[in-house]
């Protein structure tokens, strides 16, 4: 018969070899039966290999069998429990619909013909999310005809991404001499800019880069029917 700590011991060691195959350690054996040194699990192995419980095995360290247990110890077969197929996965929850509606700030009347003075407004215009892309934003309302053949009638809302650059060709809100603002092409010729409008009527309007600051560029276009 094995005393209370000897069943323990030997109830641990056999755990361990179930779960992973290797029994554990002096000092995890130490740690799992509360004891304060390692000369007392020495002792309680010493005990089981005598009693013919367990066995070291040669020339491997941390290597020892567990060749019977008590009576006590005998533990009942685990059930087989047959394998039931997965069940397939509930379908995601659709995802709520996000509000596809946004307010930007509407900045006053932009001239697509000759330069007007911007204008600076506290209305808000609100503008479906797909016209938009990453940014700041804000609509200037198109006045005159000089982007027509891009498409940009008298009356449109443009629609602004904010920026202070610009690449060749792009369409760009162009603020000149820090008073006037108008909407054109952005080009460049030689030293100078060049704004160049989308109506054969007009001409193209060429400035030092110091009268020009890019204000922003062409995100999008909303029309209003009447």
Known sequence: MLTPKQQELLSFIQTRLEEGGVSPSFEEMKDALDLRSKSGIHRLINALEERGFIRRLPNRARALEVLKLPDAMHRAPTPVVPIQPKAPPAPAPLPIAANDVIEIPLHGRIAAGVPIEAMEGHNMLSVPAALLGAGDHYA?????????????????????????????????????????????????????????????????????????????????????YN
């Open 140 to 224: 200037l309302e198109v006045s005159g005809d000089s982007m027509m053949e891009a498409g940009i009638l008298d009356g449109d809302f443009a629609l602004i991404q904010r920026t202070d650059v610009a690449r060749e060709g792009q369409i760009v809100v162009a603020l000149i001499d820090e008073s006037e603002a108008t909407l054109k092409y952005f080009r460049r010729e030689g030293p100078r800019v060049r704004l160049d409008p989308a109506n054969s009527a007009y001409e193209p309007q060429i400035y030092d880069p110091r009268q020009v600051r890019i204000q922003g560029k062409l995100a999008g276009l909303l029309r209003r």
